[in-house]
């Protein structure tokens, strides 16, 4: 129980970290809005993106906690690179908070799987969003991976939130696309969402390199 509730922090830490990344407007996130829109394979859909997620993210901890051993230089200097990488996310997200702007989600006109598309497509579609993204990676197994490292032996419950993260994320805005339609891609919505991006990553940035002192 004790060490549940030591863990509690970190795990909190990773889960917030991962959806403030996930959450700024990609064309991961598009995609699945655009099947939630159609209602087209959408729990599908969101299965695939949130297990592409989970082992992204499962490169990135137990990967990059393999270098907590190596010199401070070097581990500081990987914890730096994650700090100014999400100081920039945050500028960005904060860029869009200024100048928000609703997603194309019009079929004619966006990529999207057809009206007919089968469960094959569905999930090739939705494995292309998520592996074939320089984001995705970026976001999970690269910035997620460098941010355990300032956890050090509590690297994996990080992770384990960061997991939890993505499925919550995925999982909502499944149902959202779903079940509230059109009304989901508002400008107010958005502007609210990247102003939440924006502040969660600066605050993770801060607390990276506070581990470094």
Not at 69 to 75: E, N, P, R, V
Not at 83 to 94: C, N, P, Q
């Amino acid at each position: 129980m004790s060490f549940a509730l030591a863990s509690f922090p970190t795990f909190t830490a990773g889960m917030v970290l991962s959806m403030s990344l996930i959450m700024a407007i990609g064309p991961q996130n598009a995609h699945v809005l655009r099947m939630g829109l159609q209602r087209q394979h959408v729990g599908l859909t969101v299965a695939v993106c949130m297990l592409s997620d989970m082992v992204l993210i499962g490169i990135g901890v137990l990967g990059l906690s393999q270098l907590g051993g190596l010199s401070d230089k070097l581990m500081g200097a990987l914890v730096g690179a994650g700090a100014l990488f999400l100081t920039v996310y945050g500028w960005k997200a904060f860029h869009r908070f200024l100048h928000p702007q609703v997603l194309n989600l019009d079929p004619a006109t966006a990529e999207a799987s057809p009206p007919t598309s089968s469960r094959r497509q569905a999930v090739l579609a939705a494995l292309a969003f998520s592996w074939l993204n320089p984001h995705a990676w970026l976001d999970t197994a690269v910035l997620i991976g460098t941010a355990s490292l300032a956890y050090g032996a509590s690297a994996n419950v990080f992770g384990m939130g960061a997991a939890t993260g993505s499925v919550v994320w995925f999982a909502a805005l499944g149902l959202a696309a779903f079940w509230l339609g059109r009304r989901l891609n508002s400008l107010h919505l958005w502007r609210a969402l990247d102003g939440a991006v924006a502040l969660m990553m600066w605050g993770t940035a801060a607390f990276l390199l506070k581990s470094l002192f």
